[in-house]
């Protein structure tokens, strides 16, 4: 079993010979501890400590080491994790270990995370990215630049000149700028210094960000016969609603000066062409997974589905629905924090909640939920403490 982290947790190590003396035998004594594994729970005990730092542990019968080592984990006030190394095995679930390290959490958990059975709630409805889009390697797949050329050749009567492409490494500085800023370049009339410089906020000025290359670049233009330049980008926002500016529609007319009004068009032309690309690298899976665990910021799911596997690994994070019994499904962002692999080929993905749908008080009716569940496991939990 290997588990990939993505997100690592925050810890720091105890070495105090007193602090560990006291956490093993008061602190953790009446404590749930557990074997630290992602597909089950194995509860733990721990007996004669001693002061060179040796236990007995006892697990159970069920429990069989993989290797020379064995970690396990308890909750305090944050997150305690003790690694052991194996010593002896004294009889079956029961071994003679050395304490190797312990960690301590730099924050307590966010969140109390309790189980959750298949008739309290499930993830389903997943929208997921086909395949990520990564501006510093300047490819796109090869779905999306099907989603381009379809939309260039629907359009190249727009201008003299039509271009449709994504922003490449190169030195052309007035892409670079429009990729920077994120705003469409609209250069009315290209012998006019006047007109690199609109009072429109919206769009880039162009005649600042040539600075004292203006005029060479104004030559250059009408040596080209370029009436009108027009470069709108497209701004892709992927499930973590972040703006990935990965390519740019480009007019220039050598006839007549491109209107106002065609920039507006322009911009509208490329929001519809994002809509296009989104739908064209977004599958939408309606497949009923299990949820593991849960908590008001992150969750553990079992996935089964043999897409969802495939994309998962790609994937920074995806947006899915938790459909609660009986309740109007609550639709989440989530990013992916770790994933492994269990015996019967499952993926174990762990995730944290990082925004929400657009609808409205989403996430607020998702905590009105959990609530009554969360009270529920801290009373049980607090009975089988005897506190």
């Known amino acids: ?22 956490l093993i035998m008061t602190r953790l004594a009446s404590r749930n501890k557990f074997i630290k594994n992602p597909f089950e729970k194995i509860q733990v005990s ?71 059975s298949d008739d309290q709630a499930v993830a389903t409805n997943f929208r997921i990215s086909r395949q990520a889009l990564d501006i510093g390697l300047f ?20 201008s003299d000149i039509v271009k449709v492409d994504i922003f490449k490494n190169d030195d052309n500085v007035l892409l670079k700028g429009v990729k920077k800023s994120r705003k469409a370049a609209y250069i009315h009339d290209t012998s006019n210094p006047a007109d690199y410089s609109p009072e429109d906020e919206d769009f880039l000025d162009c005649g600042s960000l040539f600075g004292n ?64 690309i989104k739908d064209a690298n977004t599958a939408l899976l309606s497949v009923r997974q299990e949820i ?18 495939k994309l998962i690994p790609k994937a920074q994070g995806f947006i899915f629905d938790i459909v609660f019994k009986l309740e109007v499904p609550v639709t989440v962002y989530a990013e992916i924090r770790s994933t492994c692999t269990d015996d019967n080929g499952n993926m174990i993905i762990g995730l944290d909640f990082q925004g929400n749908s657009s609808r409205k008080n989403e996430m607020k009716r998702f905590y009105s939920y959990l609530e009554p569940m969360e009270r529920d496991y801290k009373a049980k939990l607090k009975k089988s403490i005897g506190k």
């Open 292 to 309: 593991i665990d849960i908590s008001k910021g992150g969750a553990r799911l079992k996935i089964t589905d043999t897409e969802l596997k």
């Open 213 to 276: 290359d203006l005029n060479q670049f104004i030559k250059k233009n009408i040596e080209k016969g370029y009436k009108s330049i027009l470069i709108t980008p497209i701004l892709y926002i992927n499930e973590a609603e972040n703006v990935i500016p990965f390519g740019y529609i480009q007019l220039v007319s050598k006839s007549e000066a491109l209107t106002f009004e065609t920039a507006e068009k322009l911009r509208a032309d490329a929001a519809r062409l994002v809509e296009r």
């Open 46 to 116: 721990i007996r004669e400590y001693k002061p060179d730092k040796t236990l007995d542990l006892i697990t159970g019968p069920e429990f069989v080491p993989e290797g020379n080592s064995v970690s396990i984990y308890a909750l305090l006030e944050s997150f305690i994790e003790i690694n052991l190394d194996i010593l002896e095995k004294i009889d079956d679930g029961m071994f003679h270990c050395r304490i190797a390290s312990i960690y301590k959490a730099v924050s307590g958990r966010r969140d109390l995370r309790f189980k959750l």
């Open 139 to 158: 490819t796109i797949p090869t779905s999306i630049k099907v989603v381009l050329d379809q939309f260039h050749s629907t359009n190249s009567a727009m």
């Open 1 to 22: 079993m290997q588990v990939n982290e993505r997100k690592s947790r925050q810890l720091e190590v105890i070495d105090d010979p007193d602090e560990i003396s006291s």
